[in-house]
């Protein structure tokens, strides 16, 4: 079956640097996909990987390892705003998101 | 503001009532989708419309009907639903068409309570 792994819950201090991990099962792959969800509000997407390495955007930056079924979202100099949940999703052959839980990140000062 | 508005945004339903969610998106996009988000699971895609032509339906109850008049509106009909149908239910859209790499932007969801 198609399956996407990630922790339920982080928590990070302000400043500092925190890592999600993801690793996903699914029939063929065509990408993944982290988006950002604050509470009550639309996910928003973050970053798309297809080829193995690391992507950066600003302070956030998303590593795919194709081989391990791995992938990681990297935030940096993390700031309050950046409180939410997580989500990460893997695309099939299909080109359907097959999505994870989610993982809620808490930032404390 | 992602472009993609759903009315209303919170529903207190009866079991035996009938309402309708609705979904608009002003990107131009070909493809639009219903998810269902529960807390702590993932998020469930529920039905998606490619270029007005509905091609995935997920194993969906009946009780969910969904409607696609154009490629810029999509409704979902809700009918006899029952308390374990209460999650936030988002639409989405991406611009070409389901079939391919697209980013999909979401609304702000409808909170859907069924008593």
């Known amino acids: 079956g198609q399956n996407i792994d990630q922790p339920t819950e982080m928590t990070a201090t302000e400043g500092a640097i925190v890592q999600i991990n993801c690793t996903y099962q699914t029939s063929g792959f065509n990408g993944l996909f982290w988006y950002q969800q604050h509470a009550g509000e639309a996910p928003t997407f973050l970053s798309y990987n297809v080829l193995d390495g690391l992507e950066e955007k600003g302070r956030f930056s998303s590593f795919l390892s194709r081989s391990k079924g791995y992938s990681y979202l990297l935030l940096k100099e993390l700031q309050m705003k950046d409180s939410a949940s997580y989500l990460c999703a893997a695309m099939d052959s299909n080109y359907q998101l097959i999505w994870g839980a989610g993982t809620k990140l808490i930032i404390k000062p | 503001e992602t472009g993609v508005t759903q009315t209303p945004r919170h529903l207190v339903m009866g079991m035996t009532n009938k309402k309708s969610l609705k979904c608009e998106q002003h990107l131009g996009h070909n493809a639009m989708y219903w998810y269902k988000q529960s807390a702590k699971k993932p998020l469930e895609l529920m039905f998606v419309?490619?270029?007005?032509?509905?091609?995935e339906n997920n194993s969906v109850p009946s009780r969910f009907s969904p409607e696609c008049p154009n490629s810029s509106h999509l409704f979902l009909h809700l009918h006899t639903l029952q308390p374990e149908d209460s999650a936030l239910y988002l639409c989405?859209?991406?611009?070409?068409?389901?079939?391919?790499?697209?980013?999909?932007?979401f609304g702000p969801g409808t909170r859907l309570t069924v008593l």
């Open positions: 989405a859209s991406s611009q070409e068409g389901a079939e391919a790499y697209n980013e999909q932007f």
């Open positions: 419309y490619n270029f007005k032509e509905q091609t």
